[in-house]
């Protein structure tokens, strides 16, 4: 079968031929994959940093939106021809930018219907993440004030929507070009994140006393997020650069995990149309090295996917 990846340990990405999965052990299933997401941490899996369960040659990959093909024995919650969205570490046999995978069938849930193949498989990390920000790290109240560095972002544009439903006020930063999205998506205030002041003006918007929590999602800014957080509140990164903690404020280093009952949840929110992401390129698996530099780069305004199985009309 097809897949894209690398060789060795901090290779350069390529297209090559894998052995097709072995047969679904009793807890598993087979997906044939239509769509995969591409973010800046498959990067960290190429050179290593990451270790997901596999040695090369591998497929790269850790989200995918596909159709069950084949069902192990103990498997109910799943069966042939379901469409299914999931982040599903640890790997079983090959990573997810490959044409079919085998997953742990528990860490895999049901594509809502409507919901595009792309931004099926583009959703399942942010959308994690995002989660376990708010309801974990940052434990997120209603009418709590939540700064937001970074908005213009995937994620964090999901956690943006996330806190203003569950009514949290939130004041974000980004730049020009997202600022118009960012409060479409639900922040109260947008600032321009290249302005230096930005932390004193959210200072400015909590009557001096800073915001209740706050989370960074921009490499190196956990400094500067920090001083807009009140006296003992939490603050929450996700760029693996917390800032030492002060002011009784409590700092948590945030890592996605798989979780099959909030990708559930985030899920019928997409599904409903309360969560939105719009993805912003799709390229062919043969691209995959090109797709890789885009979603580090950011380039293309939103995640970033790869066609792997034949594309197909309709959702």
């Known amino acids: 079968m097809r897949a894209a990846g690398v ?16 047969d679904p052990g009793p807890g598993e299933v087979v997906i ?25 040659p591998m497929a790269l990959g850790v989200e995918a ?39 742990d ?34 434990k997120l109240a209603e009418n709590e004030t939540l700064l937001v560095h970074g908005a213009g972002s995937t994620t964090g544009g999901l956690i943006v929507q996330l806190a203003a439903l569950r009514g949290a006020r939130v004041i974000a930063t980004a730049g020009p070009s997202s600022a118009n999205r960012v409060a479409q998506a639900g922040a109260a205030e947008v ?27 921009v490499p190196g800014g956990s400094t500067a997020t920090i001083v807009t957080v009140r006296e003992g509140g939490r603050m929450a990164t996700i760029t693996g650069d917390p800032p030492a903690a002060e002011r009784d404020i409590r700092v948590t280093n945030v890592y996605v ?25 799709v390229l062919p698996l043969a691209d995959a090295a090109t797709a890789l530099e885009d979603a580090i ?17 309709g959702n």
């Open 7 to 22: 060789r060795e340990i901090g290779g350069l990405v390529e297209v090559f031929d894998l052995p097709e999965p072995d």
């Open 32 to 56: 044939e994959v239509e769509t995969a997401g591409v973010g800046n941490w498959d990067n960290i899996v190429r050179t290593g940093a990451w270790n997901v369960g596999l040695t090369p």
């Open 65 to 103: 939106a596909g159709t069950v093909v084949a069902v192990g024995s103990q498997v109910t919650n799943l069966q042939r021809g379901d469409e299914v969205l999931g982040h599903p570490l640890p790997l079983r046999h090959q990573g997810c930018w490959a044409e079919r995978v085998v997953v």
């Open 105 to 138: 069938a528990g860490l895999v849930v049901l594509k809502p219907a409507g919901v595009s193949w792309e931004t099926a498989a583009a959703f399942p990390v942010p959308a994690l993440t995002a989660e376990q920000v708010l309801s974990e790290s940052l």
């Open 191 to 217: 600032l321009d994140y290249h302005d230096d002041r930005w932390p004193e003006r959210v200072r400015e918007l909590t009557s001096g006393i800073g915001a209740d929590a706050a989370l960074n999602a």
């Open 257 to 281: 995990r798989p979780d099959a009952t909030q990708l559930a949840q985030l899920c019928a929110l997409l599904g409903e149309g309360q969560l939105t992401l719009a993805v912003g390129s």
């Open 297 to 313: 780069s950011g380039a293309k305004g939103g995640p970033v996917v790869l066609q792997v199985g034949p594309r197909l009309t």
